[in-house]
């Protein structure tokens, strides 16, 4: 069958390009709003007769992106619902006008959903015309009042280095007459010293001289000499030491702060607590940000540890041994056994469905790849065990991974053909980006080609570009004051290039723009005791509970 390009007109018929008839190869005319099926006129008839128990609705091939598409009744699984219940608020078919709803007032389902078209069209103006107007002349004033704010602080940052350079020139002053004063006084002092030790030299030497002279009385025979030498009463002649007070200064750190008073002061006059809107920003987040139960699946597995990327309406999973199950509508389809190891750590989906999981003893570490019944080894880790892995658009796999001595952390690339291509570990400074510890470092490929890597050890998220450069963290938004711990799991990311982060601590989910905006906080009775996380292709989040196996589907940003 030929291909249709997303970007044109299936309704546009060609030389190039035609829808062929689902019975034969002839171009289609005809299509059955009911089946979805695209026709031939020629076999228009062989398609009713072939499914003669059902209604058919046939429609030009013009037509058919026209025709509404009624839903099917709740209760009466055959019939359509074309009919509205006024008093229920409920789509109804013919059967239950005449049964329970027989006395309710109802009406065409078609004027219900066009009065309803009506209120959603204008709600649409009133986001565009109002709210998102009114946002964007708040986000053009905000950035209007920070070129005057730069203003306003590169005027203060040119004051303060004028008057520093004039504080420079004062100071170098008081330093070199400060620096005179020192040295006049040293050089004083000390000169008054050296003269009283040269007087005091001098008395010395006259007294060692006239103690010599005394000195020859004792042994001289000249008894005359004798009797004419005069005695002095020494011991009353006492010589001290000069005690002194040392010279002292005083620059004392009371000063310096009269002097950072004296420079001058700074003063923010915008308050940290800043606030854009006139009502509280959550109620403009619930706006966008209605979380609904689309689905509950029971399982009835006794846990659940990891989700595969669900495919429509089957989703592998594991629990707490080594089997995995592929689930399908609750029911459990198929098993397959882990080759070696403990219980998979976590379960990824490659770009053409097959099953990628990661396993580790203390033996031996594997990524194992599932086609269709046959299971093969085709990572083996011999210094490093695989804590999570997920496969990337351009059809490689990320794998985080740590060390089996439980010091390090890293994420590796590995190409179709699993050769390792690629390395992450440190940052620019040659730091660690992750933290090693107790718990799993799981990593997911955002739409934007950017690695992210949930990092619980750290509390954190670690976001680095394709080439490994670390882009930003996050760190749970505490300071909103909701919560008061963060304990990052499993991550995803959606067609929006969001990221989706579980927070095991908090029972809820953390909604991020790809530069780690924080958008809001994805919360439902139903999100308690998380054992795992996963997001379909059509931005449908699958949160599985860790005990009792209930798998909850929700739509979310809405």
């Known amino acids: 069958m030929a291909e249709v390009s997303d ?83 409920v789509p109804i078919c013919v ?43 708040s986000i053009a004033h905000l950035q209007k009042n920070i070129k005057e704010v730069r203003k306003i602080y590169d005027k203060a940052q040119n004051a303060v280095f004028k008057k520093g350079t004039e504080w420079h020139k004062q100071v170098d002053k008081i330093v070199q007459e400060f620096s005179q004063q020192v040295t006049y006084m040293r050089n004083r002092d000390i000169a008054l010293l050296e003269k009283r030790i040269e007087e005091i030299k001098g008395l010395l030497k006259a007294l060692n001289v006239h103690r010599e002279q005394v000195n020859k009385l004792t042994t001289t025979m000249k008894l005359k000499d004798v009797l004419d030498y005069e005695l ?166 990320l794998v985080s991974m740590e060390s089996k001595d439980e010091t390090q952390i890293k994420i590796a690339r590995f190409s179709g053909d699993f050769k390792i291509i690629q390395e992450i570990q440190y940052d620019e400074n040659h730091q660690p980006l992750y933290a090693s510890g107790k718990y799993y470092v799981f990593v997911e490929e955002n739409k934007n080609m950017d690695i992210c890597a949930s990092d619980p050890n750290k509390n954190q998220v670690v976001v680095t570009d394709k080439d490994g450069l670390l882009r930003w963290r996050y760190n749970g938004n505490l300071e909103k004051g909701k919560f008061k711990s963060f304990s990052p799991s499993f991550i995803a990311a959606d067609s929006h290039s969001n990221l989706l982060v579980m927070d095991t601590d908090n029972d809820c989910v953390h909604l991020l723009d790809m530069n780690g905006i924080f958008i809001t906080f994805i919360t439902h009775p139903k999100i308690q005791g998380i054992g795992a996380m996963s997001m379909d292709t059509n931005d449908k989040l699958w949160i599985a509970n860790y005990k009792g196996g209930q798998i909850n589907v929700f739509k979310y940003l809405q």
Not at 32 to 50: E, F, M, P, R
Not at 293 to 307: R, V, Y
């Open 7 to 89: 970007a044109e007109d299936p309704d546009t018929v060609t030389a190039q390009h035609f829808i062929e008839c689902e019975l034969c190869c002839k171009t289609v005319s005809l299509h059955c709003t009911i089946c979805k099926s695209d026709l031939c006129g020629q076999c228009v008839g062989i398609h009713i007769n072939s499914m003669a128990t059902q209604e058919h609705n046939i429609v030009s091939i013009r037509r058919r992106a026209f025709t509404p598409q009624l839903p099917s009744c709740s209760i009466h699984e055959s019939e359509k619902c074309d009919l509205f219940c006024s008093k229920c608020n």
């Open 232 to 397: 002095r009463d020494l011991k009353c002649m006492q010589f001290y030491r000069p005690y002194l007070s040392m010279p002292s200064y005083d620059l004392s750190e009371k000063q310096m702060k009269f002097m950072s008073m004296a420079f001058g002061s700074l003063r923010s006059n915008i308050p940290q607590n800043l606030k854009v809107f006139s009502f509280d920003i959550e109620n403009l987040r619930n706006i966008y940000s209605r979380v609904v139960l689309c689905q509950s699946i029971e399982t009835h597995l006794d846990t659940i540890c990891s989700l595969a990327p669900p495919i429509e309406s089957t989703v592998w999973v594991n629990g707490e041994d080594k089997t995995i199950n592929l689930i399908d509508s609750g029911k459990v389809i198929k098993r397959i056994e882990a080759k070696s190891g403990t219980r998979p750590i976590n379960l990824a989906i490659t770009r053409k469905g097959f099953l990628v999981y990661a396993v580790y003893d203390h033996h031996q570490s594997n990524v194992c790849i599932v086609t269709k019944n046959k299971t093969d080894q085709v990572i083996t880790f011999n210094y490093w065990k695989p804590v999570g892995i997920c496969c990337t658009r351009n059809d490689e796999f």
């Open 95 to 137: 059967t239950c006008i005449t049964l329970q709803h027989k006395t309710h007032p109802a009406t065409k389902l078609e004027f219900q959903c066009d009065f309803k078209k009506k209120q959603i069209e204008d709600e649409c103006k009133h986001l565009e015309n109002d709210l998102c107007k009114n946002i964007m002349e």
